[in-house]
């Protein structure tokens, strides 16, 4: 699941398993009126990425509608952290836990 991080060309997956349940991944043009790039439903299982961002963006998004996924308690704050260091850390040590 995380090998995808490792490159920068990597692709969205279409579903991810997190926890008991399988959320599917929807690239759509908009999120919500807001603006905001990401959204995670989780009595609906599904993750929304905007599609139109750049693929940095798009894994730094993913990435952190999985943490929001994973543990609903978490503050914004404390996922937008997560979020953007586990990238870092993952891109920058190469690290692929599948292959
Ligand atoms: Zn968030």
Redesign the pocket.
């Known amino acids: 699941m995380l090998s995808f991080v490792n490159n920068f060309h990597m692709m969205i997956p279409k579903k991810v398993k997190i926890g008991a349940h399988t959320f599917q991944v929807l690239m759509v043009d908009d999120v919500d009126p807001e603006g905001n790039v990401?959204e995670c439903c989780s009595e609906e299982l599904t993750i929304k990425i905007k599609k139109t961002q750049k693929e940095s963006q798009l894994a730094e998004t993913l990435l952190?509608?999985i943490i929001?996924a994973s543990d609903a308690h978490l503050t914004?704050a404390q996922?937008?952290r997560l979020g953007h260091v586990l990238l870092q850390v993952l891109r920058d040590n190469k690290l692929d836990f599948v292959s």
């Open positions: 990401g952190h509608e929001h914004e996922v937008d």
